[in-house]
């Protein structure tokens, strides 16, 4: 998991490594979504259209 240290400061120290994201079309419409890498499923999705990724969230090929 990503660290959140110090305190009160709302910066993201290092990369979310227990999900990645990947772009797909639904509706005909670009959208971003969190599969996990423990179970495969998927955690969330962006809003559509979503033109920017996740941050902090690697990338599926």
Known sequence: MAINKPLGD???KGA???CSQLQT???G???????S?????????KKSP???PY???RKER
């Open 10 to 12: 709302d910066a993201r």
């Open 16 to 18: 979310v490594q227990k």
């Open 25 to 27: 079309k639904i509706e």
């Open 29 to 35: 419409e670009d959208t971003w979504m969190k599969r």
């Open 37 to 45: 890498s423990e179970t495969g499923q998927f955690l969330d999705q």
């Open 50 to 52: 979503a033109k920017t």
């Open 55 to 57: 941050k902090g969230v």
